[in-house]
């Protein structure tokens, strides 16, 4: 057992699955993570129509390790294959999608695989963390509203690459790379109707300027939302134009490229909600696994250091974990 505990920033299922793969090695772990919830991109957002996954949607398993833990998951009743009506959607023409492969998702939310990562372990939600600084021994961490936190033995950054970069400065060339790393953002709306919308489509591949993907959020094993519930992504290239646009207007926008794409009568909402994700993917993979400088101990882990996937993130941890025991 290490002499003081190891730190993870970010609650993620990066940081879930590094905290997860340390104390089963028999480690003292802390996590801490800014939001309220856990799961980062896969958390689950409370509303007034019950839990919405406006993140990820779902995810795929094809490395071994991965598959036989997603498979672990399914015993434990933490997921369920979703094999929903797919289709594509091209220069405004709908056709069903050949795409075959196997999808999971968190039941009853998607934000339920991170909470069985967590367990008993210990976190503190709400607190962002700001500085991460090492004295002569221990490291300690730096919240937004002054508090200290420590020590601590280790400190693994579990967080997307741009908000990483600052808390790995004690390791210039971990910060240098870690900011190299371009993310993109997504526009995430959700629509609910009164009346079900009359369509067998439950999910869709779009290509068009605006829209990138949207789903009947019912569709997915173990939802019972009161109303008729779909979630739309927008376009990486849509989204960046539209950063800094009012949540009001995503919604119209979107709403409306619903309508033109969907086969049937769109009526209008009695819920709507928007949330915008400044780092929903990197732009592109890489094969770092994760960033470890042993010699101090400090090491960062995220789905950016591999396949921008939730298979990649839990990898990057697992990664991250492994290399931190080596060193003990």
Not at 10 to 34: E, M, P, R, T, W
Not at 279 to 298: K, T
């Amino acid at each position: 057992m290490s002499k003081a505990p190891i730190a993870i920033v970010g609650a993620g299922i990066a940081g879930l699955s590094a905290a997860h793969a340390l104390h089963a090695a028999g480690q003292s772990v802390q996590l801490f993570d800014k939001s309220r919830g856990l799961g980062g991109r896969m958390a689950s957002k409370r509303t007034e129509s019950g839990h919405l996954d406006l993140g990820t949607q779902y995810f795929t398993a094809r490395d071994r390790r991965f598959t036989e833990t997603v498979r672990q998951w399914q015993t434990q009743g933490w997921v369920a294959e979703w094999s929903p009506h797919l289709y594509q959607s091209r220069g405004g023409q709908l056709s069903p999608s050949a795409d075959e492969q196997l999808r999971w998702v968190g039941v009853p939310r998607m934000s339920s695989i991170a909470a069985g990562l967590l367990g008993e372990l210990p976190v503190t939600l709400g607190c962002r963390i700001t500085e991460v600084f090492r004295g002569e021994e221990y490291w300690k961490l730096v919240d937004a509203d002054g508090n200290s936190h420590g020590p601590f033995s280790q400190v693994i950054v579990a967080i997307p690459a741009p908000q990483a970069s600052t808390l790995l400065a004690a390791a210039p060339k971990l910060a240098a790379v870690a900011a190299s790393v371009a993310m993109e953002p997504t526009w995430s709306v959700a629509l609910g109707f009164a009346k079900p919308l009359e369509t067998n489509l439950e999910a869709c591949f779009v290509q068009d300027d605006a829209l990138d993907w949207l789903a009947r959020h019912h569709s997915r094993p173990g939802r019972d939302d009161p109303l008729d519930i779909w979630v739309l992504h927008a376009s990486s290239a849509w989204s960046r134009q539209h950063l800094d646009s009012s949540r009001d207007w995503v919604i119209e926008r979107l709403h409306g490229a619903f309508a033109e794409l969907i086969d049937c009568v769109v009526t209008a909402p009695e819920f709507t909600l928007a949330h915008r994700w400044l780092y929903a993917r990197p732009s592109q993979s890489h094969e770092w696994g994760a960033l470890a400088d042993a010699h101090l101990g400090l090491y960062a882990c995220g789905d950016w250091c591999l396949s921008g996937r939730v298979e990649g993130a839990w990898l990057s941890g697992q990664e991250a974990a492994r290399r931190l025991l080596e060193q003990l």
